[in-house]
Every structure is written in C-alpha cells, then in structure tokens.
C-alpha cells in the first residue's frame, strides 16, 4: 500500500531542495537496492510492484505498477523503488588521500568518480557547493553501491583545502608528467569542470601541477573528468 | 534553404539502416562541425541556422530554426548540423596496439573510449558487430573530434583476432595485475561488454589474462568499461 502523501514525498525527491529537507534519497532497481540495504542503509520505505518477488528486502509495501510508475524516474519502472535516509558524513574520517571535485556538473561523471573512490580506497570525496548533489537519481544510477562505503562531504572548496595543509595536486597542460611525478603518501587531487577545468581561486591552491601525458596527434581535446580521475588514481596507487 | 526531401534524409539517419545506406553522419554544434572539417572530413551539407554565424565553415545552407529542430536529434538544437560522409576505413593502416571492443553496447562508453583511443596514439579500434554503432549520435557526441582521428574498424572479432598473431589481453577477477604484467610494444586490448564482460568465445582467444587491482573494500562491483580502458591504456603507454 501507498497512500496520496507517499506518492507526493517520493516525487518531490527527485528535487534536491526536498531530498536536502527531508534527509530522503531515492534508489532504484533490485540489484542496488538490495547492495544499499547490505551496506546498512537505513531505509525508509521499500516499495515492490504487484507480482515482483519481494524477497531479501526486509519489510516491504506492496503496490501497483501504477503507482510505481507515478514515483518513478525511469522510462520503464523495473520492479523496486527504494526510500533510504541519507548516510551521516562521518568529518573525522581518517584517509591517506583525498578527492576534491570543483564544480563538476554532470551526473554521469560524479557517479563514475565515486566509484572509482570506491575502487581505489579513496575513503574521502569532497565536492564544491556547485558540485551536482551526489543523491540526484542519475549519480545514483552511476555510482552502484559506491554511494555508502564513500564519505562525500558539500563544503567550500577553498576553505577545506587551505585548513588541511596537505601537498594539492591538480591537471594543468603545462604539468610535471605523471610519469615523472612522485606521488607522496597523502595529498588531496583536485579535478575541475568539465568546461572550464579547475577554478581561478582553487588553482590558487594547487602546490603540484600535473598532467597526463597525450600519446596522439596533439589535438585541444582533454580528457573527460571521470577517465582522466581513473587514470590518476591508478598512479597515485600503482 | 533545405528541401522537404533533404529534411527527411537526415531525420533518417538517426538510423543506422540509413546510415550504412547513405555512409553520411550527422554531427551538431559549431565546434564538432568545425573540427571535423578541420580533420579533413568530407561534408555533404552544413545546415546554420539564421541568425547564427555561419562564417569559417565553407559552403553552408542557410534555414529556419524550425526546420532545424525538425532535422535535429538534440531537444535544444544548436544553430549548426553538418552532415558528412563517412570517412573511409583504412584496413592497412600500421599500428602498434589494438583495442577490440566485445559488444560494447552503450552510446557513451564507446565515445569515450573513442577519444581514449586519440588520446593514446591508439590508431585502430576494432568493433565486433553487435557493438553499438560509432556514428551513433550519441557516440558522437561522446567522441569529439577523434571520431576523425582513429580507424574504426566493424568485423567479426574472432576472425580478426584469430588473423593478427598477437599477444590478446582481456581483464579478469583472476588476472595478473597490471602493476606486475609486462606489456609488450605490440597487442591487442580486448574489452567487453558491459554487463557480461568479455564473451566465452573471445576469452579462448585471450593469451594474457590482466586485472586491474581494487584498493578499497572488496565488492562485486567492477569499474566501468570506458574507466577500465583508461587505465588499461595509460599503462600500455607509461
């Protein structure tokens, strides 16, 4: 069962405003809804379509495809809609390094950097204010479970940054190779807008300028954010 | 001016059907329009739409936004859309390393890992036919401009594999890390398809079996193809 006010709070939380309000996030799909409840997530409600097998979630409302539908953000509502509360940001987290995010703004590429935090043991995500909200379905979609065994916290960059005083690496295309860079044991890897790259005032804080080298014809293309992410913390680890 | 005709044909080459019918392409925006002309890439028609600026393309056929938004494929068209022809497959073109892509199915990944392949000096990409298809609008839009830049080749895999006589590495849960596994000056890279990975024929074919180590906790997750690859190929080149 779902009643009118359910349906209303589901849809209003595609909307960061309401998902910030009420501390509620949306997930989709068995597979993740089932890989949120095993990380120990909260959750608030668990809906499963009419017919669906609903075994494995814990409690559940059964509901309509109907009503399914209604709440859904997908073209074509696959069987689970989950309710969870947001994970609380653990600040004093220890980590070794730290990925800062500065304006990225695409939900795909947000979602593919989290789980490469996820991947590579980056315990600690920390993104700009303009950063795309991590709950946002589409980041969601991306990310998998990444989403709770990474801390993401929304602070100002600058702030952030200048406290810890820890070596800021940043990709500038005048960078040290980062085949010739030493990576120490500990810093923070800034990654910019897809647009623009990383800001004025946040280049400000960059202590070591890198780049990746480019092996084709020299074109102005760059990377995309997300692989140039891969690429970088596959070296900060090998 | 633009014919009701000449509407018709480029709204049919949102097919692949007509595609491969016409061998032309549709890319949309000034700066990939502008870029594949650069490249050397034939057109057949450069739309503008009026009001827009249509100098530094060459030849171009000036029309309504309307009939602009008729032809276009984006829902907020962008003042330009060339057509062009597809450029010719060089299938003697010398290369060092090889990626083969095992039914790689998503529009985005294939885009990526295109300008990957750019990026990387890696001058022949070999695509099995269940692949998603690299004029693909959405490939495109992926791609950039290397679309112009590396040799993309549609054959069946197991065949042309089976033909080349090179080391073939795939990646696997059980593989050799990268870190340890020498990679020679010449080789194929195959990666698979998205949810499956590679396919049970292709990993016959496959002579060194590599894996990228996860530092995190372990899960079931893996990284995503277009992320993998970035990886992949930024260790073949360092």
Redesign the interface.
Known sequence: MVTKNQIKLVVSLKQKKYRSQHGLFVVEGEKLVKELLREGLRPFKIFVASGYDSSGFGEVDQISTADLKQMSSLKQPNGVLGVFYMPEVNRNQTYDWIVALDAVRDP?NLG?II????????KQLVCSEDTVDCYNPKVLQ?T???IA?VNIIYTDLTTYIKKLELPVFGTFMDGTSI?AQKMPDKGILVMGNEANGISKEITDLVTERIS??????P?A?S??V??????LL??I??
Chains 1, 2 share one sequence.
Do not use: V
């Open positions: 795909g593919t789980r490469l935090c996820d991947w590579f043991g980056i991306a998998m479970g990444s065994r085949y990746i080298p480019q092996f084709g014809e074109t293309e990377l995309n997300a692989t140039a992410t891969a690429i596959n070296e680890r090998r």
